[in-house]
């Protein structure tokens, strides 16, 4: 599936409906429905979610309220080859959740040790922007796991299908949504 495939998919029905289990039984919910009724996580831990929820709002203000936690989890949950995850495109071994636990622990990881034993949810804004800022450009002395621009990439790529991946994401940014237009041809 090619990227533009991928962005053409969210950006329909992709996001708008995944199934989400609650009680046993599959529900569709878009990740900001799931993210406003508590849908409990399948894969990722407490710890986990507060790091992307952090690292997601940190990268695309409105991630965390869109459900960046529930959409990744719910996408680790799905055989691999259906995941809309930017780790898919990008190439990452499977199964995905090896690498958003290693990313995820290499971020609080880094932030303890920079920051005085403080995770990455812990920092002021300045302080995740200034964090955010030197894993981008690879710059973090003792970073282990993934590569922090890598990481970053991935992440941000994320937190954007999510938040502006979905008609209020497209309405948000003043982009008359046209499904019926061949993604090629809308731009």
Known sequence: MSD???????????????????????????????????????????????????????????????????????QLSIPHGEALLEARILNVRPPYANFYRAALSAVDKASQAKNGDKKFAQLSADERYGFVDLMRQN???GWQGPAGPFVYLILRSDAVDVVYGTMEGYAALGIPYMP?????KRW
């Open 4 to 74: 533009i495939e991928r962005r053409a998919l969210i950006k329909g029905a992709g996001l708008s409906a995944l199934a989400f289990s609650v009680g046993g039984a599959e529900i569709l919910l878009s990740p900001r429905q799931a993210h406003a009724q508590n849908i409990p996580f399948r894969t990722l831990t407490p710890e986990q979610v507060e790091t992307l929820e952090a690292l997601g709002e940190t990268l695309v203000p409105g991630a965390k309220q869109a459900g960046i936690s529930n959409f990744v989890d719910q």
């Open 139 to 141: 710059k973090i002395e």
């Open 180 to 184: 019926h237009i061949a993604p090629e």
